[in-house]
């Protein structure tokens, strides 16, 4: 039968006491000891099986430390001495399991929203089913109170989602027909008919608690460190204590050192807060991948942010339609049209007024090339188009002297404004805006605060709206007009000249300048496979100004973390002294020496609370 850390505790404990009242009985000493000896047997037998395992493996550990001492004092009859090591040992090693299960109460949570079932229709009935045998396809219907269990659309009414499991939101959102939503999120009022279009494993919620649990086992820099320095700071005790008994004939005195010296505080003070920084991220919907991302995020001192879809709404609207040529609604058509072939969020905007206006527009383009940051030539109704930015005419030979005015006006109130022209000559200009995020400016100042030391633009838009938006949001310093490879280059610059630089963006169209940023960070990354495949940080929901929230975590667990680190090599330094000293002995040096890996533990899990009184 195996016995648990907590039975063995318990056992080991009782022998212990049974000693103590043997010792005060007329009864021989003798049955005293054969307690004593069956404490250290109990709570030791899992300590020397962890010692002979790890020594297969060439491993020199605490475990090894303890069971040298442990034999050590039985083989002088410091029976107490070795009951009392193996008890407070065992002790400790279970009040740390348990203390750490806190750490990842974060991801147990997650667990816990994991949906249990799913009703789909199947031959016109309601059948409730395990969530791992819904199929693309199907469709799921969710009541008040329930889980949703895919990623889908909703093709059928309307409810309040709490998606705090993917988002960190707490406060339930609207969503309708056509909308997106995502497994393990919870209807609170309302009903829907959902298409399931991500299952299983591939939907957004099982791959974030899949990324969560594998941050959590990649190391810090930190960690790496202390594993190599405990790799050689354990045999150099061994070594040490040898010497000492060379030099001084005193055995009980060698062999307390090996215990007192074991660096376990020291060893865990690291994964552990990164345990509790992981798991307080993925709870507030900050997914933080590894270690080395924790600590390299706290250190960063250069934010460079896109613009379209991160600082700003990402949903550009037309403004105002300018004709030089035409009638207005003509060309609006005829832009509408040329820009149907696109996918650029600014073709959305002018296709989306123009349906407003004239309906569902039944011309498509004969013919179109798209030219990347530029533009597009179109072929409408039988005549060429050049529809696009200063570029895409000045590389055509295409004069903008008629509205260059008009257009620097634009520009200067923060448009972005698109030509329409022919080969020959400039048609008109459709003015187009995107609403600047309302949480941006709080969060840029935020970041000056937090000591950021530069945050930077980087956009596609035209010098002069880049300017006006910049200035609006209070970024000094900007670069307009660049192709997706200008912006990797522009990152390179700022790598050059400032040091470590981090890139923000929506996870779509920045995915080159995420992964060669030396960190990437994503706004809005639930569903969005390029953003939870390509950065390093991703933020959930479309809240910019949890980036503020995620350096501010980072840095906590960073401060956390060297605090671990001062206080379990003062404790080592102290208990070390002690023994030299003949002041500490070898029970009650191992009952400091838990009581601080309990400490360090438990500072660790304060970062969990971090945030909530925010």
Sequence with gaps: MRITKGKRVIISGVFIVISFILQRTDLSEWYANIFMIAAAIVAGLPIIKNAVSSLRYKILGIDALVTIAVIGALFLGEYWEAAAVTFLFMLGDYLESRTLEKTRSSIKALLDLAPDEARIIKDGKEVLISPDKVEQGDIVIVKPGEKISVDGTIIEGNAYINQSAITGESIPVDRKEEDTVFSGTIIESGYLKIRADRVGDDTTFARILEMVEEAQDKKAKTQKFLEVFSKYYTPSIIVLSILLFIFTRDLVLSITLLVIACPGALVISTPVS??????????????????E????????????????????????????????????????????????????????????????????????????????????????????????????????????????????????????????????????????????????????????????????????????????????????EYYAELLPEEKVQALETLQEKYGPTAMVGDGVNDAPALASADLGIAIGGAGADVAMETADVVLMSDEIKRLSYAIGLSRATVRNIKQNIYFAVFIAAVLLLGVLGKVVFMSSGMLIHELSVLLVIINAVRLLGYGEKR
């Design 274 to 291: 990164i345990v509790a920084g992981i798991g307080n991220g993925a709870k507030h919907g900050v997914l933080v991948k590894g270690g």
């Design 293 to 476: 991302i924790m600590e390299d995020l706290g250190k960063t001192k250069v934010l460079a942010f896109d613009k379209t879809g991160t600082l700003t709404e990402g949903k550009p609207k037309v403004t105002k339609v300018k004709s030089f040529e035409m009638n207005e609604d003509e060309l609006l058509k005829i832009a509408a049209i040329g820009e149907s072939y696109s996918e650029h969020p600014l073709a959305k905007a002018i296709i989306s007024f123009a349906e407003e206006k004239f309906g569902k527009l039944k011309e498509t383009t004969e013919k179109a090339d798209i030219v990347t940051g530029q533009g597009l030539k179109v072929k409408v109704q039988g005549n060429e188009y050049l529809i696009g930015n200063r570029k895409l005419l000045r590389e055509n030979g295409v004069s903008i002297t008629e509205g260059e005015n008009y257009i620097r006006d634009e520009e200067e109130h923060g448009q972005t404004v698109v030509i329409v022209a022919t080969k020959g000559k400039m048609l008109g200009a459709i003015s187009i805006a995107d609403t600047i995020r309302e949480d941006a400016k709080e969060l840029i100042k935020d970041l000056k605060k937090q000591g950021i030391k530069k945050v930077v633009m980087l956009t596609g838009d035209n010098e002069r709206a880049a300017s006006a938006i910049s200035k609006e949001l209070g970024i000094y």
